[in-house]
């Protein structure tokens, strides 16, 4: 019994010393964000600022333009989660639970898509929409999520299997075509599943980094994630500033992490994705 | 599954739902992939159309990879990078999921904290490593001091180096005040260790889902704990340490925003932190040579997937895939 004790005893020194780790750099992120540059210089370790030096914050977000980043970036979340729902629950839809000869094979392709690295198909989409005059266009970024996004139609693919035949079956009996089906029984069982996707695509836009860099030239259209960028490459120096920046642009996604922890989870132990 | 069919219209249906991703397939999988292949075999600025050279582009990459510039150096910054962070994140994720599935009380809240870092954004969590890396007042130097360890450069130094009075002190078994054993791609490994939480969470998803009964069978037997997870729980996570292992190649090879954002998108120090994908965005984007990037792009995707299929192959020695359903 003793032994049994003192190994959990153990098992807890473990665990504690782990999570420590685990959040110390989001605790120095905080704390230093807090600080003067000053108290910075002088006290670079302690992790309880002495005196709140909040005004980092109105001083970083002066020094960029901090609404204009914004708008683009919700912009571009707003723009990229209607696409991806839309565009992927149609197809996981036809993939999943319209009888087709074609859709297995269409599937393997699907995922096929997914092992496909980002880099052999940068340049050509590059030029394809500089083609369509979309170069420096949020629509650079929007545009392609209008049409699917593997991970996405696998995950809602997996959830509409699991929609029982004879509740489509009861919609065929009422006359429902396909499309009827899609929109009036699949579409409002699936809520948790489109919620999930809308969620990672949120995510997912907010922290984009790679398509503004590729596709925008003007200031006036970047989005956060880029515009930090830019910041960092001007304010090298002041770390609190940085710090400020980099907390205000992190809390949104910590909130919403808080607030949907459950999609969360389920979402990336289902698909092995992040978003 | 009903067993009555519906009639043929329904394959009309199935194109029609699926055509915004077909249309998405065509436009930027396939032709791309096609393009791309083509481009690779000429000199194309995006100005002037491409002009066919044959396989010079190839040829540069093997120079390259000869003398180690360019390509070359970006290829072996890419192999240490993945040879080091893929396994070490399988490992301590295995590891960390483990730990998290004991019944210990505060688990959730364990469980939160550990994958808490993962939702940082990339940019935000670049911006904060710069400083935790500082060398003289970065968070991860004073933690090391702790044990003994001298100050690394980290961010600032290309490759580990030690000197040759380091290495005599070591011999003669005299205490080093200095030595330099981590660089810019150490930094950027111990970076993505931080964000190990992803693969915590669908390791923990299957701890949860080992049917309770084999650690019984395996405690009947008088099985240690360190037996259980080397005779249970491993062999029961192994296809998802497999599909881990993929998934983690696949992306540790595209690791871009980080290097973009930790070297302000150079490469540096000395184009360290210049892996494949930085040098192919670089070589497209700033010296518009989209031939020698695509040429680049294609070895890195046959690289990829023999190295995917090797992993497919040794799977049938270690994976163990679950006869019952």
């Known amino acids: 019994m003793k032994r049994q004790r003192a190994k959990k005893s153990l098992m807890y020194l473990l665990v504690w010393f782990t999570v420590a780790l685990f959040s110390l750099p989001l605790l120095v992120m905080v704390s230093g964000s807090l600080k003067t540059s000053g108290q910075l210089t002088r006290d670079p370790y302690g992790l309880w600022p002495d005196g709140w030096n909040w005004g980092n914050y109105p001083e970083a977000l002066a020094s960029l333009p901090f609404l204009v980043y914004l708008s683009n970036t919700l912009l571009l979340c707003a723009g990229c989660v209607i696409g991806t729902t839309l565009s992927c629950a149609l197809a996981a839809y036809g993939l999943s639970r319209v009888n087709w000869s074609g859709r297995r094979w269409m599937f393997g392709l699907v995922i096929a898509t997914m092992l496909l690295p980002w880099h052999i198909t940068m340049i050509p989409r590059f030029v394809l929409i500089s083609e369509l005059g979309l170069y420096n266009s949020l629509w650079a970024i929007v545009l392609p999520t209008f049409l699917g996004d593997a991970f996405f139609i696998f995950l809602l693919r997996q959830f509409f299997m699991t929609i029982p035949e004879s509740l489509l079956d009861a919609g065929r009996m009422d006359g429902l075509s396909p499309w009827g089906l899609f929109w009036k029984v699949v579409i409002p069982l699936s809520k948790p599943a489109l919620a999930t996707v809308a969620l990672f695509q949120f995510v997912t836009t907010w922290n984009d980094f790679g398509g503004p860099l590729l596709y925008l030239s003007d200031p006036q259209k970047f989005p956060l994630a880029y515009g930090l960028e830019r910041f960092v490459s001007a304010y090298g120096d002041q770390t609190n500033l940085l710090l400020a920046a980099a907390t205000l642009f992190t809390l949104p996604m910590i909130l919403i992490f808080f607030l949907a922890q459950k999609t969360f989870i389920q979402g990336i132990s289902t698909t092995g994705i992040k978003g | ?325």
Not at chain 2, 151 to 175: D, K, V, Y
Not at chain 2, 269 to 297: T, V
Not at chain 2, 314 to 321: C, D, G, I, L, N
């Open chain 2, 1 to 325: 599954m009903s067993g009555k069919r519906l009639p043929p219209t329904e394959t009309a249906a199935g194109w029609l739902f699926c055509l915004p991703w077909i249309i998405g397939f065509l436009a930027l999988f396939v032709w791309p992939f096609f393009a791309s292949a083509w481009w690779s075999f000429c000199q194309y600025d995006m100005v002037n159309p491409p002009r066919w050279v044959g396989g010079s582009n190839y040829g540069r990459l093997a120079s390259d990879l000869v003398t180690q510039q360019g390509f070359g150096q970006a290829l072996t910054n890419t192999l240490y990078y993945s040879l080091l962070s893929v396994p070490l994140s399988v490992i301590l994720g295995v590891l960390l999921a483990v730990l998290l599935s004991a019944p210990l009380r505060g688990q959730a809240i364990y469980r939160t904290l550990v994958f808490l870092p993962s939702v940082i954004p990339v940019v935000a969590a670049s911006i904060l490593w710069l400083w935790l890396l500082n060398p003289e007042s970065g968070m991860v130097n004073y933690l090391l001091s702790w044990v003994g360890v001298p100050p690394q450069n980290w961010l600032n130094q290309a490759r580990p180096a030690i000197s040759m009075e380091t290495m005599e002190m070591i011999r003669q078994g005299g205490m080093v005040s200095s030595f330099k054993l981590f660089g810019s791609k150490d930094a950027l490994v111990l970076m993505s260790l931080w964000g190990v939480g992803n693969f915590v969470v669908i390791y923990l998803a299957a701890i949860s889902d080992i049917p309770r009964s084999l650690y019984e069978a395996a405690e009947m037997d008088g099985a240690s704990p360190g037996r259980k997870l080397l005779h249970v729980t491993l062999p029961m996570l192994s296809p998802i340490i497999f599909f881990n292992l993929v998934m983690g190649l696949i992306r540790s090879v595209q690791t871009f925003t980080s290097i973009y954002i930790l070297s302000e998108g150079t490469g540096a120090p000395a184009g360290s932190l210049k892996l494949i994908s930085l040098e192919l965005f670089l070589s497209a984007f700033s010296d518009l040579e989209m031939g020698y990037a695509s040429a680049m792009a294609l070895l890195l995707f046959i690289g990829l997937a023999l190295a995917t299929l090797l992993l497919f192959r040794t799977s049938r020695y270690w994976v163990h895939y679950r006869m019952v359903a």
